[in-house]
């Protein structure tokens, strides 16, 4: 499968703490995504990481990708009690004929404690 | 602008009956994609649609199928309905295809489907 797998299933922190989250994939890949998803509503995008690229910020979020071991991490700094909620990666893998899909996998139940 | 709208929102339905969920892109998207999420097996891709065009199709039975109308609005349909399908059906929307060009998806709330 080319599903993105992330690590660990659930994690719980207190509010001001860091959040790591950590994400593997199978096959080569265009970019990979991370997205958030507050229980049971839809998924909301947080970043992108291109496959040349290593590390990427936006605000609280920093994202590192090492195609190398095929894996990237989500690291969320001064965590809050709103960080609450499922974080996905989505690696952007070659589906044949030119074209790249989208995968998701389970998910990372965040859970910051205030 | 108006983000994805999915309809209905809710949906309980008995065994044996089929379903058809609706979805409404952002304006100017002409990707639409669908998503079956269940705590068991995660978000699940069901199938993609580009320009009326299914592109991609993930690995489930032939009860579910969908179509993509000129609008670039998207339907999908689930026949014959199992107690297995109870499901968030989640629908995303791009401008161009998923995973070309670093496009990222934007959700609709979802269908939150029981089968009973």
């Known amino acids: 499968s080319q599903q993105g797998e992330e690590d660990p299933q659930a994690l719980s922190i207190q509010e001001g703490e860091n959040a790591t989250m950590n994400c593997s994939y199978k096959?080569?890949?265009?970019?990979l995504q991370w997205y958030r998803q507050n229980s049971g509503r839809g998924l909301v995008h947080l970043i992108l990481?291109?496959?040349?690229?290593r590390e990427k910020h936006s605000g609280r979020l920093r994202v590192t990708l090492d195609t190398s071991k095929k894996s990237s991490s989500l690291l969320i700094t001064a965590s809050r009690a709103a960080d609450t909620a499922s974080y996905f990666c989505a690696p952007a893998a070659y589906s044949g004929a030119g074209s790249y899909q989208l995968t998701f996998g389970k998910g990372t139940k965040l859970s910051v404690i205030p | 602008k108006a983000g994805v709208t999915q309809t209905p929102r809710y949906l309980i339905k008995t065994r044996g009956q089929q379903v058809t969920l609706s979805c409404s892109p952002i304006s100017g998207h002409r990707s639409v994609s669908w998503y079956q999420q269940t705590p068991g097996q995660g978000l699940q891709f069901l199938f993609e649609y580009f320009s009326e065009t299914q592109r991609n199709k993930g690995n489930f039975p032939g009860r579910f199928s969908g179509r993509q109308f000129s609008n670039s609005r998207s339907e999908m349909n689930v026949s014959t309905l199992e107690l297995g399908d109870s499901a968030l059906y989640l629908c995303a929307s791009s401008l161009q295809p998923s995973g070309v060009r670093q496009e990222t998806q934007y959700f609709g709330p979802g269908t939150r489907l029981l089968v009973l």
């Open positions: 990481i291109r496959s040349n690229e």
């Open positions: 096959t080569s890949i265009n970019n």
